[in-house]
C-alpha cells in the first residue's frame, strides 16, 4: 500500500521560496513516476512536475519551467519539490502523487490522474 505525505506549504511573499516535501512509504523507487500537481479555487488541476523514477527523468509544466525543481532522495523515501521566484499564480493546493501501474501510466502528463495521491499541502503567495 503506498502512502503520501506531503509538507512545506505555507504563506510567503512574491519572488520568495518554499520546498515542499513528500515522504512515500510503499513505494517502488526503482519503478513507475511520481509528480507534483495543484489545484487553486476556481481554476483546474495543473500538473507541475514529474520525475520517472528508473531513468531520473523531469519534466515541468511551461508555466514553472526554470524556476521549479523536482527531486528524489531514495534513503529519506521523499520527493522534494524546490519552488523559486514564486508568483501569485502558483497559489493553490499542491499535491504530491505516485503512479505504480506501469511506464504507460507515466507517459500521461496529467500528474492527477496517478494512482496514489496524498492529502495536499497549501501554498499561498501574496503580491
Known amino acids: 500500500q503506498v502512502q503520501l505525505v506531503e509538507s512545506g506549504g505555507g504563506s510567503v511573499q512574491s519572488g520568495e521560496s518554499l520546498r515542499l516535501l513528500c515522504v512515500a512509504s510503499?513505494?517502488?523507487?526503482?519503478?513507475?513516476?511520481m509528480g507534483w500537481f495543484r489545484q487553486a479555487p476556481g481554476k483546474e488541476r495543473e500538473g507541475v512536475a514529474i520525475?520517472?523514477?528508473?531513468?531520473?527523468?523531469?519534466e515541468y509544466a511551461d508555466s514553472v519551467k526554470g524556476r521549479f525543481t523536482i527531486s528524489q532522495d531514495h534513503a529519506k523515501n521523499a520527493l522534494y519539490l524546490q519552488m523559486n521566484s514564486l508568483k501569485p499564480e502558483d497559489t493553490g493546493m499542491y499535491y504530491c502523487?505516485?503512479?505504480?501501474?506501469?511506464?504507460?501510466?507515466?507517459?500521461?502528463?496529467?500528474?492527477?490522474?496517478?494512482?496514489?495521491r496524498g492529502q495536499g499541502t497549501q501554498v499561498t503567495v501574496s503580491s
Open positions: 502523487a505516485a503512479e505504480t501501474r506501469g511506464r504507460t501510466y507515466c507517459s500521461d502528463p496529467n500528474v492527477y490522474h496517478y494512482n496514489h
Open positions: 510503499g513505494y517502488n523507487w526503482r519503478r513507475g513516476c
Open positions: 520525475f520517472h523514477s528508473g531513468t531520473g527523468i523531469t
